[in-house]
């Protein structure tokens, strides 16, 4: 009976001291895996840290990539006589459908196509876009040749900005007063003016004004611009812009945009030397 008592404590102890050996070999197999196991850095292509994307914000400098919620949308393209001779503009509308995502770079390229779909001319350039804004696209005197088919245009490369309720103000730029009239003596054929209104806070460096003119069944049949600088807030300035040479058709409606980038300080006037911001996003 005792030999067995003793037999038995023996085993136990053998156990116990087995599973410490276990215990301790895990331990330490653990801790060598934790040794070599690589640290999270923000380009290991995984969402760890406190990184707000994969490898990017949070502790990473690299900032993440906005996405909007809906693309892009391209409308009412072609071209128009630019009124001189073998040369066009052309133009397209784009419309942004986010209301809080705007685009301060974007790439848009032009394709003119003849009538057997051949591409005679491609044109591309870089534009931005506000928040929930529609506008045209405008290349003024594009030379082509003679006989033409459809135009297109495509965007690619759009690097969106993200705003908050609150933080996004569309500047408030007001036309009013528009007139279209021929000219009856002089070297032009005819003029567009108007009043352009500057109702935000804000003195703007430089302003565009693109001037849309429409025939009578709405389509477009000539276009022009002008640009005005040092605008400053609650101002109103007239503007006068020529076109040099007949078009065909006849205008019967006048229409005008105004472009002014807020994504680039350069558009505001400096106060007292110390740059203003238009919003933060």
């Known amino acids: 009976m005792g030999n067995n008592v003793e037999s038995f404590g ?3 102890k053998r156990i116990v001291i087995s599973v410490i050996y276990v215990v301790i070999f895990l331990l330490l197999v653990s801790m060598v895996a934790y040794k070599l196991k690589p640290k999270p850095t923000c380009f290991d292509g995984k969402l760890n840290q406190n990184e707000q994307g994969v490898d990017c914000g949070g502790v990473c400098a690299k900032q993440c990539e906005v996405v909007a919620e809906e693309n892009l949308q391209v409308s009412e393209t072609g071209f128009v006589a630019s009124g001189i001779a073998g040369k066009y503009d052309l133009y397209g509308q784009v419309y942004n459908p986010n209301p809080f995502f705007g685009s301060n770079e974007f790439i848009y390229k032009f394709t ?3 009538a057997s779909g051949k591409i ?3 044109k591309q350039g870089v534009s931005y876009i506000l928040p929930g804004e529609r506008k045209y696209l405008i290349e003024g005197n594009v ?3 003679d006989v033409l088919g459809t135009a297109e245009l495509s965007l690619s490369d759009i690097k969106w900005v993200q705003f908050t ?4 103000q569309k500047p408030e730029l007001k036309i009013v007063n528009k007139v279209y009239s021929e000219i009856t003596s002089g070297v032009n054929f005819s003029e567009a003016t108007g ?3 500057n109702e935000s806070q804000f003195d703007f460096a430089s302003i565009k004004v693109q001037i849309i003119l429409r025939s009578l069944e709405g389509k477009i049949i000539a276009l022009n611009s ?3 600088n040092v605008v400053k807030a609650g101002e109103n300035r007239d503007f006068r812009t ?3 040479n007949r078009f065909p058709g006849e205008v019967r409606t006048v229409d005008t945009q105004t472009e002014v980038n807020v994504f680039k300080s350069e558009s505001f006037v400096k106060r007292y030397f110390s740059p203003e911001q238009f919003q933060t996003y």
Not at 165 to 168: K, L, Q, R, S, T
């Open 10 to 12: 023996i085993k136990s």
């Open 112 to 114: 003119i196509k003849d």
């Open 120 to 122: 005679i001319v491609e």
């Open 143 to 145: 030379e082509l040749a």
């Open 165 to 168: 309720a609150g933080d996004y």
């Open 195 to 197: 009043l352009l209104k």
């Open 226 to 228: 002008t640009q005005m």
């Open 242 to 244: 020529f076109w040099p």
